[in-house]
């Protein structure tokens, strides 16, 4: 068995991109290394912001010997009419290395060879698949240098390959391994050195003053902070999001405190967090009772600063920040929200779509339909005034919560600011939904004001590219309407895509409805399959949503929550045998009440009674879904009696028709619920 080191060391790489990077590179090598006879467990990939570092563990020398079948020509193009081997048959054997007896009989329409390879060294499996994998990380950005033949997220200074203490001789872009790196760009000798192997390069790394490991970075970093916040008596904010980025900030992990003019604490803290966190990368630090300091920590590639400049220049360029932040609130508060409407109209929304005060009137017209209250109609028609503010102009990151600011300041109701400054959310899987019922209205208004725009004039996303972040609008529609609190919206994705497009009298686009029921079918889909609360299977979902999904949400859950309940159950099979078969018998069938004057056998009289005194209608009636499918599955025994007494294709019309339209009623009440014919059972669960 063997290890083998890689380090790719580059100019820096930013921390945004690391994370995705490293999964992916992580995935392909998991599958690499079982490939060459370890797992996925044996893998370790490290960056920082200059390298990408990763170990193989416990890699066989060589590949094992296996047989491998392949498939070649059809067998009518492989053989004459005598049955001799053809020339197409000779070209596939040679060009196989393989000989007439390697054919072997498969039944199949094409002939199939079946033969020895030869398992080949690792180390030239790894000199072919290393550069194929590094070269192939898709970076968001990429960029060119040298005579520009190269593209790559940075330019590369070097390369390490080290396969069990010896070189193994690769190339990345042209540029050749060794075994020799370099330290710290300022804290080392800066001097190459030689490595033998994973363990020995971390050692002498450490010693040159880079920490390898990206988490042991962020433990360092976090014990520094908390000593240095304890030291003015307060705690370092709770932002996971700030210390993922410090950990690719710095191959040394080193912290600075740093202060700010008492005074800018006036300033609405979202903006003074705003400025530390998206545009300074720094951390806040807050006192005992939760409240703003004017401290925070600054990230540093360093292991001190013994003169302050660190801490000055922090300083320095956070008051000037603040700074500009309160000439824009003061300038701002001069004018009411109500009074920037106007303004709306010089702010393009897009081409085709107007501007953002035709935007804002839609907005409002679509968010009345949702919920009929002034307070709503209110937080709709001031919802995007405050992108015209001096503010929002400059921090970007803060429209909607400046707009929510400013109406509490000028005493607007809490349903109304509240509204306005939550209307952007959700913005992901894990963010939080708008705090009333007013806000999901205008978050629910806004989205759905987007995504019809957008499909009438043929903006859809296609493939990975969604530039407009169309999928993200959708995703938050679908989070907001599963929602299941007094923030509850009782409205459908259909009803609520009529109100989008009743909001643009000039659509003439008739498809934009049917392509965003298939839209929005994808989003609940994916958001029902990767909920870790419900944990529902795909084929429970799928069953379900072919009963209907877009008049509620909710309901829609209620049904799939019944299926995953019933499928544990031993009665199960029944439900899904009698839906099959009433399914097959009555296709094409158009539903309609059964006339008990026609029926003949005492087995269609024992079903339709049966059915009646169950009531499954009225259960579902009154969503007790569970109930209503444990009732269609107790009609197991008077179905089989039909099956077997009933002949339901007779020759009389009338009488057919009737046994159908029975048969479709019983299985109707199932069919409201799901269509349990989509769930794949293993049937042996189900054996006692």
């Not at 800066?190 to 790394?205: C, E, G, I, M, Q």
């Not at 444990?630 to 002949?647: C, G, I, N, Q, Y």
């Given at each position: 068995m063997a290890d083998y080191f890689f380090e790719l060391l580059t100019e820096e790489i930013p921390a945004w991109m690391h994370d995705a990077a490293m999964a992916t590179l992580r995935d392909r090598l998991g599958k690499l290394a079982t490939e060459l006879g370890s797992d996925a467990n044996g893998v370790t990939v490290s960056t920082t912001p200059r390298r990408i570092v990763f170990l193989l563990k416990n890699l066989r020398l060589r590949e094992e010997d296996r047989e491998q079948e392949v498939k070649g020509p059809p067998k009518k193009a492989a053989f004459d009419a005598g049955n001799q081997p053809t020339q197409a048959l000779h070209g596939f054997l040679k060009k196989q290395n393989a000989t007439l007896d390697d054919v072997i009989d498969s039944g199949d329409a094409y002939v199939m060879i079946r033969r020895k390879v030869t398992g080949r060294e690792t180390s030239a499996v790894l000199q072919e698949r290393i550069p194929e994998l590094i070269e192939g990380i898709r970076w968001p950005k990429m960029m060119r240098w040298g005579k520009g033949e190269h593209s790559y997220i940075r330019p590369i200074h070097s390369v390490v390959s080290i396969l069990e203490g010896e070189h193994l001789p690769i190339a990345i872009f042209g540029t050749r391994s060794g075994v020799q790196t370099i330290g710290h760009r300022t804290l080392s000798q800066?001097?190459?050195?030689?490595?033998?192997?994973?363990?020995?390069?971390?050692?002498?790394?450490?010693?040159?003053?880079?920490?390898?490991?990206?988490?042991?970075?962020?433990?360092?970093?976090?014990?520094?902070?908390?000593?240095?916040?304890?030291?003015?008596?307060?705690?370092?904010?709770?932002?996971?999001?700030?210390?993922?980025?410090?950990?690719?900030?710095?191959?040394?992990?080193?912290?600075?405190?740093?202060?700010?003019?008492?005074?800018?604490?006036?300033?609405?803290?979202?903006?003074?967090?705003?400025?530390?966190?998206?545009?300074?990368?720094?951390?806040?630090?807050?006192?005992?009772?939760?409240?703003?300091?004017?401290?925070?920590?600054?990230?540093?590639?360093?292991?001190?600063?013994?003169?302050?400049?660190?801490?000055?220049?922090?300083?320095?360029?956070?008051?000037?920040?603040?700074?500009?932040?309160?000439?824009?609130?003061?300038?701002?508060?001069?004018?009411?929200?109500?009074?920037?409407?106007?303004?709306?109209?010089?702010?393009?929304?897009?081409?085709?779509?107007?501007?953002?005060?035709?935007?804002?009137?839609?907005?409002?017209?679509?968010?009345?339909g949702i919920v009929d209250d002034p307070d709503v109609a209110l937080a709709a028609r001031l919802c995007k005034t405050d992108l015209v503010t001096e503010m929002v102009k400059e921090f970007t990151d803060l429209q909607g919560r400046v707009g929510g600011i400013y109406a509490r300041e000028e005493g607007l109701p809490e349903n109304v600011w509240q509204a306005i400054y939550d209307h952007y959310q959700p913005v992901s899987l894990d963010d939080a939904l708008p705090r009333s019922l007013a806000g999901a209205a205008v978050s629910l208004a806004d989205r759905i004001d987007t995504l019809v725009g957008f499909f009438s004039v043929g903006a859809k996303p296609t493939g990975s590219k969604d530039p407009f972040g169309l999928r993200r609008a959708a995703q938050g529609v679908v989070q907001i309407l599963l929602n299941r609190d007094k923030r509850e919206i009782r409205i459908g994705i259909d009803k609520l895509i009529d109100l989008g497009i009743e909001a643009y009298p000039g659509n003439t686009n008739a498809n934009v409805k049917d392509d965003l029921l298939a839209f929005f079918a994808e989003r609940v889909r994916t958001i029902l399959e990767a909920s870790q609360v419900w944990q529902f299977a795909y084929d429970e979902i799928a069953a379900a949503m072919e009963a209907g999904w877009a008049t509620s949400l909710t309901d829609?859950?209620?049904?799939?929550?019944?299926?995953?309940?019933?499928?544990?159950?031993?009665?199960?099979?029944?439900?899904?045998?009698?839906?099959?078969?009433?399914?097959?018998?009555?296709?094409?069938?158009?539903?309609?009440?059964?006339?008990?004057?026609?029926?003949?056998?005492?087995?269609?009289?024992?079903?339709?009674?049966?059915?009646?005194?169950?009531?499954?209608?009225?259960?579902?009636?009154?969503?007790?879904?569970?109930?209503?499918?444990?009732?269609?599955?107790?009609?197991?025994?008077?179905?089989?009696?039909?099956?077997?007494?009933?002949?339901?294709?007779?020759?009389?019309?009338?009488?057919?028709?009737?046994?159908?339209?029975?048969?479709?009623?019983?299985?109707?009440?199932?069919?409201?619920?799901?269509?349990?014919?989509?769930?794949?059972?293993?049937?042996?669960?189900?054996?006692?």
């Open positions: 800066r001097k190459p050195f030689n490595v033998a192997s994973y363990n020995d390069y971390v050692t002498k790394l450490e010693l040159q003053r880079v920490i390898v490991d990206p988490l042991r970075r962020r433990e360092v970093m976090v014990h520094r902070a908390r000593s240095l916040a304890i030291e003015v008596e307060g705690t370092p904010s709770a932002d996971g999001s700030i210390w993922a980025q410090w950990q690719y900030l710095t191959e040394y992990p080193g912290l600075v405190r740093a202060e700010f003019r008492r005074d800018y604490l006036a300033l609405p803290e979202e903006v003074l967090v705003t400025v530390m966190r998206v545009h300074q990368k720094q951390l806040p630090i807050r006192d005992r009772d939760d409240r703003l300091t004017n401290y925070f920590l600054a990230v540093l590639d360093n292991d001190a600063d013994p003169d302050g400049n660190a801490a000055y220049g922090n300083s320095f360029v956070t008051n000037a920040r603040f700074a500009d932040a309160q000439f824009f609130y003061e300038t701002d508060r001069r004018r009411k929200l109500e009074e920037r409407l106007d303004q709306l109209s010089h702010l393009q929304f897009q081409e085709k779509l107007g501007n953002y005060l035709d935007k804002t009137g839609r907005i409002e017209r679509i968010a009345r829609l859950v209620d049904r799939i929550t019944a299926v995953k309940a019933i499928r544990d159950e031993a009665n199960f099979l029944s439900v899904l045998d009698s839906a099959k078969r009433i399914a097959n018998i009555t296709e094409g069938h158009a539903e309609t009440e059964p006339n008990a004057a026609l029926f003949e056998h005492d087995a269609e009289k024992s079903l339709f009674d049966e059915l009646v005194v169950l009531k499954v209608t009225d259960a579902i009636l009154a969503r007790d879904y569970q109930g209503a499918l444990a009732a269609f599955a107790s009609l197991a025994p008077e179905l089989e009696t039909f099956f077997k007494d009933v002949m339901v294709n007779v020759e009389d019309e009338a009488v057919r028709r009737n046994r159908m339209s029975l048969l479709r009623k019983v299985g109707g009440a199932v069919r409201q619920i799901a269509d349990v014919t989509k769930i794949v059972v293993d049937r042996r669960d189900y054996r006692a």
